[in-house]
């Protein structure tokens, strides 16, 4: 009677899904996630867009510590450890607590495609980074979110990966 209410995710594999969640959730730096019902709630959201490649690729690069910090909205961090640290900043933190959290999501999503892209790995120019997680925000169908949030900045690199992204979706529709 209550499978109605139950999310269809095609891409949902749930060993591949529950393995990926304890990889994350089960770091103790990520205990407070825990601790926060609607940061985790949000989590969740965004981990049940990961397809089994997604969750496969980012599991192989390590550990992924999220930590809470003051600044705007979240970077990602890679330590030398093998560890990758995404720190998210108080109206990030904000944003995801709302009922639409779809822009805090896609901005999450774009900093996962640097995790799962290997950027920290890789010699490349910011902007061509940039695209490749913008990218897998796309994937994971948070672009029109994510063009939200970069038409609030007018810098050219900005405006570059809105036009990039807008084509991409407008491709998609016809």
């Not at 009677?1 to 591949?16: D, V």
């Not at 996630?33 to 049940?48: P, T």
């Not at 901005?107 to 490749?132: D, P, S, V, W």
């Not at 970069?150 to 016809?174: F, G, P």
């Amino acid at each position: 009677m209550f499978s109605i209410f139950k999310k269809n995710n095609h891409h949902q594999t749930p060993n591949k899904t529950k393995s990926f969640k304890n990889h994350l959730f089960l770091n103790p730096y990520n205990h407070w996630l825990l601790n926060e019902r609607h940061i985790s709630r949000a989590f969740l959201e965004l981990i049940d867009k990961f397809n089994p490649a997604h969750q496969r690729e980012l599991i192989k690069g390590g550990d992924i510590i999220i930590q809470p910090v003051s600044g705007e909205y979240s970077c990602l961090v890679q330590t030398p450890k093998d560890a990758s640290v995404l720190l998210l900043f108080p109206e990030l933190i904000s944003s995801l607590k709302n009922v639409n959290n779809d822009r805090a999501l896609s901005i999450l999503a774009h900093e996962f495609g640097h995790l799962y892209y290997q950027h920290h790995r890789k010699n490349i120019a910011t902007l061509e980074a940039q695209i490749e997680a913008d990218d897998f925000a796309y994937e994971l169908g948070l672009a029109h979110s994510l063009v939200e949030v970069l038409l609030n900045y007018q810098d050219i690199d900005s405006q570059t990966r809105v036009s990039i992204l807008t084509a991409k979706i407008l491709a998609e529709t016809n």
